[in-house]
């Protein structure tokens, strides 16, 4: 140990962000495990001293001051303690200095170990506190490489981790692509943070509307609900306290390039933009957009809702697959129930004649 290497050790300190304290007390309880591992001492009773300035080290053994030794390793007489110095009381602890002559080159290499050790600790929470802040947000990563369906992605600290669930279906992950991220959850784990990041969740359409809308990210704008089916199709729900504001104007944008720039983040994935209302029937109606609805009947108790559309609107209002009605119902949070003009008209001739 030298006066270099204390600099150096308090460079690194500062620089890293650990707490010097916390490393010189670790340094010198690894010194004491060290000095027993080395010198097969049975003394439980040691105390290693590093000097913080010289980077000198000494190794004490400590011994209480009894009247009658029965563990000479731990114990001295009070009349042996003050012939060391009379000051020395029964019950004290005298400490005699036993540092071994090679003891240097031992500390070194334990204080080396301690050093790198809490280095990697420190740089793990550094990394993890850093990234915990981020959870929910979004952030652009660059694909680094793909392994057993998962995709690794550089976000400049870190590798962060696209599972299969979290990839959108059909999109490819070429090496140095840069994509939008959403940060589903960061974990602590005895590696360091890692990282787990979507393509798929909702929030990444809720954070690139933040980004490309101001009147979103400044509070104007208001996304009350997000339903989507990663890759094909979203509806997103939007209002506006402010009566001046059109919603659904700010969110597409002029000539549209604030949703098409969404879109084309997203590989086309198809957005519609609803406006919200706080009327189940005209909410429930704008859901279903872009197909035109005749009416809308309400069942609040079961929260389900019949519509009706007119007989050429019934495919575009149900959607490929059952997709429109089935985004709109999660988007509103009704069971929606949709006939065509002609399929009301029959029910309602049934209705009329089983009364």
């Excluded at 429109?324 to 119902?329: E, F, K, Q, S, T």
Aim: hydrophobic content about 35%; aromatic content about 6%.
């Amino acid at each position: 140990m030298n006066e270099e290497f204390i600099e150096s050790l308090k460079e690194i300190v500062k620089e890293k962000g650990i707490d010097e304290d916390l490393i010189f007390s670790t340094i010198e309880d690894a010194l004491v495990l060290a000095y027993k591992k080395n010198y097969g001492s049975n003394n439980s009773n040691v105390r290693v001293e590093m000097n913080r300035v010289t980077g000198d080290i000494h190794v004490y053994s400590q011994r209480d001051v009894v009247e009658e030794v029965e563990d000479p390793i731990c114990q001295i007489t009070t009349k042996e303690a003050k012939e060391i110095d009379p000051k020395y009381q029964l019950g004290d602890i005298v400490e005699l200095e036993v540092t071994p002559k090679k003891f240097g080159r031992v500390a070194a290499q334990s204080a080396k170990q301690v050093v790198i050790q809490r280095i990697k600790e420190a740089e793990r929470n550094i990394i993890y506190n850093e990234f915990i802040t981020k959870e929910f947000d979004i952030m652009t990563g660059t694909v680094i490489r793909k392994d057993r369906g998962n995709v690794f992605v550089n976000l400049g600290k870190i590798e962060a981790i696209l599972t299969p669930n979290e990839q959108i279906l059909g999109e490819q992950y070429n090496f140095n692509e840069k994509l939008k991220l959403y940060i589903v959850e960061v974990k602590n784990t005895t590696k360091g943070a890692q990282v787990v990041v979507s393509r798929t969740h909702p929030g990444l359409i809720k954070r690139l509307f933040e980004l490309e809308v101001p009147e979103i990210y400044d509070g104007t704008v208001e996304i009350k609900s997000i339903s989507r089916e990663a890759g094909s199709r979203t509806k997103i729900a939007v209002y506006s306290n402010d009566e001046n504001i059109d919603a659904m104007g700010a969110c597409v944008g002029p000539k549209g390039i604030r949703v098409q720039n969404i879109v084309n983040e997203l590989n086309n994935e198809k957005i519609d933009i609803i406006k919200w209302s706080k009327l189940p029937e005209e909410y429930i109606s704008n859901s279903l957009s872009p197909a035109k609805v005749i009416s809308v009947e309400v069942d609040e108790d079961n929260k389900s809702a019949k519509v009706v559309v007119k007989d050429d609107q019934l495919s575009l209002a149900i959607g490929k697959e059952g997709q429109n009605v089935r985004l709109a119902a999660k988007l509103t949070g009704w069971k929606i129930d949709i006939k065509s003009e002609s399929q009301a008209m029959e029910q309602q001739e049934i209705d009329v004649n089983e009364e």
